[in-house]
């Protein structure tokens, strides 16, 4: 049986930073991704790994602030978030596919395994 956990998250000042963390089980996955769906707003990916962390993509409104990686050793998938804003609220999705999406990286669709989604809360 799949399953993607996720920790980490919680409430950090603007400016602060926050590792969230995704913990995948019961399947041979070559993508995962981070996506968050904030206030009133459509779910989002945020950055995305391959297997081999050969491809790596980024949202542009986090690329340079937040890192995406793999911790074989671990064998999680971590989300560093650095420089966090009150607009980087939301709750974080972890996601994971079977297949190699390379373009098809930001399409939610293409992800059918989800972890259950953290809260991250900046504020003052």
């Known amino acids: 049986q799949v399953s993607l956990v996720e920790s980490g998250g919680g409430s950090v000042q603007p400016g602060g930073s926050l590792t969230l963390s995704c913990a995948p089980s019961g399947g041979r996955f070559e993508s995962y991704a981070w996506f968050r769906q904030g206030p009133r707003k459509e779910r989002e990916v945020v950055a995305a790994i391959d297997k081999s962390s050969i491809t790596i993509y980024y949202s542009p409104s986090v690329k340079g602030r937040f890192t995406i990686s793999r911790d074989n050793a671990k064998n999680t998938i971590d989300l560093r978030m650095n420089a966090l804003q009150p607009e980087d609220t939301a709750v974080y999705y972890c996601?994971?596919?079977?297949?190699?999406?390379?373009?098809?990286?930001?399409?939610?669709?293409?992800?059918?395994?989800w972890g259950q989604g953290t809260q991250v809360t900046v504020s003052s």
């Open positions: 996601a994971a596919s079977d297949y190699y999406l390379g373009s098809y990286y930001s399409d939610r669709e293409k992800y059918p395994y």
